[in-house]
């Protein structure tokens, strides 16, 4: 297999620059594992940060290094589902959709590399400070999640 060096290989520690987002009840342990065992890092959707979800999809992983993805307003609402994700020690932790701040700290405490999502300036601007060491940058192509923002890819009639 090729493999590809990125600054992002040599951060994570994977041997190809590809990561699994974190969505939802879409990327489980299974998926993420196998991201992860075709050189890049899986990270498995918390649920909404629930605990029964992250315990079971860390289990679907069995023992491949994955990560763990959060929406910041539902760990604002369940925060101890960090701790159960950082319990497994997850190379990497993402969240998305909110301020990155409160959870920088222990994430790269626990040894994780803290991945911000963002969807603006403004939000880059914050992870940065948070302490960021991955930004990950979403379009609004990105399922429309950014609103009216422009998208990273513009689409258009040729005629």
Known sequence: MVMI????????????????????????????AAVTNAGGLGLIG?????????????????????????????LDENPEALDVALAAQPPAVMISFGEPRPY???IKDAGAKLICQVQTLAEAIKAVA?????????????????GTTRGSMVWFRPW
């Open 5 to 32: 060096e990125t600054a992002l290989t040599r951060l994570l520690g994977i041997t190809q620059p590809i990561l699994l987002a974190p969505m939802g009840s879409a990327a489980g342990g299974k998926l993420a």
């Open 46 to 74: 918390s649920g909404y940060a629930d605990v029964a979800t992250i315990k079971k999809e860390l289990a679907a992983a069995g023992n491949t290094r994955v990560g763990v993805g959060f929406i910041t307003w539902a």
């Open 104 to 106: 920088a700290r222990v």
């Open 130 to 146: 948070a302490g960021a060491d991955i930004i990950v940058a979403q379009g609004r192509d990105a399922g429309g999640h950014s």
